[in-house]
């Protein structure tokens, strides 16, 4: 079975016609319902570091907002940057379907890319206490029909372990912590050209957080989907490992909405990035729960 490759698929090419725009065709093979709105992200991300054309400066930080549904299919990016310094450049990028007649977005990603810099090195976190590290973690694969490993080609991409949380398709599971972890690793491994995890790659793997809103919502009637309003990706770190744990954390849901954040950290207890998610909740069976997971340890 031959498995795709996130840096072709998100590939991006400069329109000889228009400056500062690129296209692109978006695969199906990074769905759920639709491609992932990380995958487009990433994107999006190619497109502003092709505008850029300095491998010196990387991904710092970028924010995305997501204004319509995005499918497989030819789109366009246009590049704007708003500030290029000699250690900072900021850029907004919008991206849509090259057909969209009105021109309305898909997305708007504004991004910043920095150059290294004398500066403090200061380690404010230690690595969760909860989660499983990667030698003890299980892999998700059980044969399961509704298992979503099984069921989305965006699964079908990476090698998965939980670290912390039950699986919720099966009816062991309970409810418990608005927590939930899992080890990623590419089946194409995602290198820069320094042999570094590639910091674009990030974005589709913490573009995951539904899952610790399921853990503190538990069994029961209730069916939701949650696509992402907005997806913010902070990059604190590089690392050479494959296998990254992105340990999510549910802060709030309230009126149809939610809220959660992200670390991601290597096998070798290193934080590599941060993210946070806005979630947009829409329910598909039952009543909408009240809970407080809060205390649950």
Same mark, same amino acid.
């Given at each position: 079975?031959?498995?795709?490759?996130?840096?072709?698929?998100?590939?991006?090419?400069?329109?000889?016609?228009?400056?500062?725009?690129?296209?692109?065709?978006?695969?199906?093979?990074w769905d759920y319902l639709l491609p992932s709105g990380g995958?487009?992200?990433?994107?999006?991300?190619?497109?502003?570091?092709?505008?850029?054309?300095?491998?010196?400066?990387?991904?710092?930080?970028?924010?995305?907002?997501?204004?319509?549904?995005?499918?497989?299919?030819?789109?366009?990016?246009?590049?704007?940057?708003?500030?290029?310094?000699?250690?900072?450049?900021?850029?907004?990028?919008?991206?849509?379907?090259?057909?969209?007649?009105?021109?309305?977005?898909?997305?708007?990603?504004?991004?910043?890319?920095?150059?290294?810099?004398?500066?403090?090195?200061?380690?404010?976190?230690?690595?969760?206490?909860?989660? $499983?590290?990667?030698?003890?973690?299980?892999?998700?694969?059980?044969?399961?029909?509704?298992?979503?490993?099984?069921?989305?080609?965006?699964y079908h991409q990476l090698e998965c372990r939980l670290a912390?949380?039950?699986?919720?398709?099966?009816?062991?599971?309970?409810?418990?912590?608005?927590?939930?972890?899992?080890?990623?690793?590419?089946?194409?491994?995602?290198?820069?050209?320094?042999?570094?995890?590639?910091?674009?790659?990030?974005?589709?793997?913490?573009?995951?957080?539904?899952?610790?809103?399921?853990?503190?919502?538990?069994?029961?009637?209730?069916?939701?989907?949650?696509?992402?309003?907005?997806?913010?990706?902070?990059?604190?770190?590089?690392?050479?490992?494959?296998?990254?744990?992105?340990?999510?954390?549910? $802060?709030?849901? $309230?009126?149809?909405?939610?809220?959660?954040?992200?670390?991601?950290?290597?096998?070798?207890?290193?934080?590599?990035?941060?993210?946070?998610?806005?979630?947009?909740?829409?329910?598909?069976?039952?009543?909408?729960? $009240?809970?407080?997971?809060?205390?649950?340890?």
């Amino acid at each position: 079975m031959s498995f795709a490759d996130l840096a072709v698929d998100t590939a991006v090419r400069a329109d000889p016609e228009v400056a500062g725009r690129y296209q692109l065709s978006l695969p199906d093979h990074w769905d759920y319902l639709l491609p992932s709105g990380g995958m487009v992200m990433t994107a999006a991300l190619r497109a502003a570091q092709a505008h850029l054309a300095d491998p010196e400066l990387r991904l710092a930080s970028a924010t995305t907002i997501f204004a319509s549904p995005i499918h497989p299919g030819r789109c366009i990016a246009d590049v704007h940057v708003i500030r290029r310094g000699g250690s900072t450049a900021q850029l907004r990028v919008v991206l849509r379907h090259l057909q969209e007649k009105d021109g309305e977005p898909g997305l708007e990603l504004v991004a910043t890319f920095t150059r290294d810099r004398r500066g403090p090195d200061v380690v404010g976190i230690a690595f969760p206490k909860t989660v $499983k590290p990667l030698a003890d973690s299980l892999p998700v694969e059980d044969g399961a029909s509704n298992n979503p490993h099984t069921r989305f080609r965006f699964y079908h991409q990476l090698e998965c372990r939980l670290a912390e949380g039950e699986p919720f398709w099966q009816p062991s599971f309970v409810e418990g912590p608005a927590r939930y972890a899992r080890w990623f690793r590419y089946r194409v491994p995602q290198r820069d050209a320094e042999g570094r995890f590639d910091r674009l790659a990030i974005a589709p793997i913490i573009d995951t957080m539904p899952t610790a809103l399921h853990r503190a919502i538990g069994p029961g009637g209730y069916r939701f989907y949650a696509p992402s309003l907005d997806l913010t990706l902070y990059t604190v770190d590089d690392t050479r490992r494959e296998w990254l744990l992105v340990s999510t954390t549910l $802060k709030r849901a $309230k009126g149809g909405f939610a809220v959660a954040d992200a670390e991601v950290w290597d096998d070798e207890g290193r934080l590599v990035a941060y993210g946070a998610q806005a979630m947009y909740l829409h329910s598909l069976s039952g009543d909408p729960p $009240k809970i407080d997971a809060s205390r649950r340890a």
